[in-house]
Structure formats: structure tokens, C-alpha cells
């Protein structure tokens, strides 16, 4: 990993799961850039992957939810919500959850609030786009702490098991790519991080 992106890697960041609903479909994904921007009245950003599905929905329903997840979420939350695409999956179908004043379904468990809020414009970032929305409304789920980024990372996420293999790991999900080279453009095909979230392994 190189200078920039371990740098990166310092910021301090809290995880999320972000919802939508379109037509009768409910879907949602794991994202970690959640911003209260303004005040008055309250704005809330997000930034999302175009490779998610998430993003797509969002785009047509112009509306979303956001739940801080607790220290007490699980890695099978994050594996649910962040590592398989609610294009083939129902990820609402086989765990607890309720629908918010603006009728996006939001999960139950591992959640300590919930922001229901209405995109009011957004701007293409390139591989990201940023949602600007109003909060509409808002409830505390829960008085357990947020996990933040780094207490995913220390306490949560399963370390990396030692591998035979050569090529290059992701060091968000543990994705492994063989080759001998990774390409510039390579987005993982389990948490879509970029080509700059791979170590090589030696």
C-alpha cells in the first residue's frame, strides 16, 4: 500500500447501512461517508459507489434512510448488507425491519438511529456519487456506541488468514486476485473498492 493510501486509511470514518425503496423493491448497502453538512435546515451527504445497486435506486426514488450500525453489529451484518448485490438478493428478506415516514425499509438490529431524508441535488465524483439530501426525520434506535472504521477493522472484521497464493489482496474484504500484475482499473468484485485498496502479497 502506498504512502497516499495508507494516509487514507487515518481519517476517521463511522459505517453505515443506507437504504431505498423503488417501486416495491427495498435494497440497501454498507457505505462509510456520511456527513452532516449543514444545519439549517440539516443536510445530510452521502457518497456511493456507482458499482452499487444502491446508487442506481437512489438516483430513481430520490430518497434514502441511513442507520449507524453499533459496536455490537457482527460481520455477517457487514458480509449481508456489503458483500452481495441486492440485484440477486433480497437483503430485507431474512432479518427484522421497519419502514420510515417516507416508506424506505431500514434494519432493526445492530442500529443505534435512523435518518430518513429527500435528495435535493448530486454531483458525479467519478467512481462515487455524492447524494445531497434533507433530513426529514430522525429517530435514536438505540444508546450502543457507532462503530467507527477503525473498531471494524481492530474488532470485527476477521483477520486475514495466511494464504499459498501470490497476487493481490484486498485489504477491505481479503479478496484475493491472482496475477502477477493488478491492473490499474481493477474494482473488487466482492466490496467494489478500487486497485488502491490491494497489498501485494509476498
Not at 435506486?57 to 457482527?74: R, T, W
Not at 484486498?170 to 491492473?183: A, H, K
Request: some cysteine; overall charge negative.
Amino acid at each position: 500500500m502506498d504512502q497516499q493510501a495508507l494516509a487514507l486509511t487515518k481519517i476517521s470514518y463511522g459505517l453505515y447501512v443506507l437504504s431505498t425503496r423503488v417501486g416495491e423493491k427495498d435494497n440497501g448497502c454498507i457505505v462509510n461517508t456520511v456527513v452532516q453538512a449543514a444545519s439549517s435546515p440539516c443536510q445530510i451527504t452521502v457518497a456511493v459507489s456507482k458499482q452499487n445497486y444502491t446508487c442506481e435506486m437512489i438516483q430513481a426514488s430520490g430518497v434514502f434512510d441511513v442507520c449507524p450500525l453499533a459496536e455490537d453489529a457482527p460481520f455477517d451484518t457487514f458480509r449481508h448488507f456489503g458483500f452481495q448485490s441486492g440485484r440477486e438478493v433480497d437483503k430485507f428478506a431474512s432479518i427484522p425491519w421497519q419502514r420510515s415516514a417516507n416508506g424506505v425499509a431500514y434494519p432493526l438490529e445492530h442500529t443505534v438511529a435512523v435518518f430518513s431524508c429527500k435528495v435535493t441535488s448530486s454531483v458525479d465524483l467519478g467512481s462515487h456519487m455524492l447524494f445531497i439530501a434533507t433530513l426529514e426525520d430522525a429517530q435514536v434506535l438505540s444508546e450502543a456506541q457507532p462503530v467507527t472504521y477503525a473498531y471494524y477493522h481492530r474488532s470485527i472484521k476477521p483477520a486475514p488468514q495466511p494464504i499459498a497464493a501470490k497476487g493481490y489482496r484486498c485489504t477491505i474484504c481479503g479478496y484475493v486476485y491472482e496475477g502477477d500484475e493488478l491492473p490499474p482499473d481493477f474494482v473488487c468484485p466482492i466490496c467494489k473498492h478500487g486497485a488502491a485498496d490491494f497489498e501485494k502479497i509476498v
